[in-house]
């Protein structure tokens, strides 16, 4: 279930605010410049291509282009099995910042989004449905957990993709990981 967690960093043993309530999670992040919504599903079997993926939701995603001046749209897909699976989480675990937004739709399965916003930790887990876009220049960071198990939609400015520049704050490794806040919702 998408769950919104408030942390105060000072006390990372304990959010003050949980909600499941996708209009309440929307209405708090977007009171800090963050963009929540649900799409609808679409069936989709299982061993959906990158094209089928941007086909089924082709219409959100022009939409999301034309507001706002997005060039291009791709696919990630993490598997249990995946050999660099421990690298890539490793990866998104620090807190960093980009120079353009960053978006995902995920179509399959959930990941963590850590957001640091005026002092406190938005700890938002995405599920099947749920589009976050993360403005730039704002810092958080990503946990997809030690069995990853998601598919994305990814929208970028930069046809370079994904670029990140680290804080170097330790904020991260004080809050509790995907485990702790992932499990304790399922």
């Known amino acids: 279930m998408t769950t919104l967690s408030i942390f105060d960093p000072s006390r990372p043993d304990q959010a003050h605010t949980v909600t499941t309530d996708p209009a309440r999670i929307a209405a708090l992040l977007d009171g800090q410049g963050i963009r929540f919504e649900q799409w609808p599903t679409r069936n989709l079997p299982e061993n959906a291509?990158?094209?089928?993926?941007?086909?089924?939701?082709?219409?959100?995603?022009?939409r999301l282009k034309a507001e706002r001046g997005f060039q291009t749209a791709d696919v990630?897909?993490?598997?249990?099995?995946?050999?660099?699976?421990d690298v890539l989480r490793q990866k998104f675990l620090d807190e960093h910042v980009h120079s353009e937004d960053e978006v995902r739709f995920f179509v399959r399965g959930q990941g963590l989004f850590y957001l640091h916003l005026n002092g406190q930790?938005?700890?938002l887990l995405c599920q099947k449905n749920d589009l976050i876009s993360v403005p730039d220049g704002t810092r958080h960071w990503f946990d997809m957990g030690p069995e990853p198990a998601f598919t994305c939609i990814r929208l970028f400015t930069n046809p370079e993709g994904w670029v990140a520049n680290f804080t170097g704050e330790d904020i991260a490794a004080r809050l509790p990981r995907y485990e702790a806040l992932a499990e304790a919702r399922a």
């Not at 291509?49 to 022009?62: P, T």
């Not at 990630?76 to 699976?85: A, R």
């Open 121 to 123: 930790v938005y700890a």
């Open 76 to 85: 990630i897909s993490l598997t249990p099995d995946h050999p660099q699976k």
């Open 49 to 62: 291509g990158q094209e089928d993926i941007l086909e089924a939701y082709a219409e959100e995603v022009a």
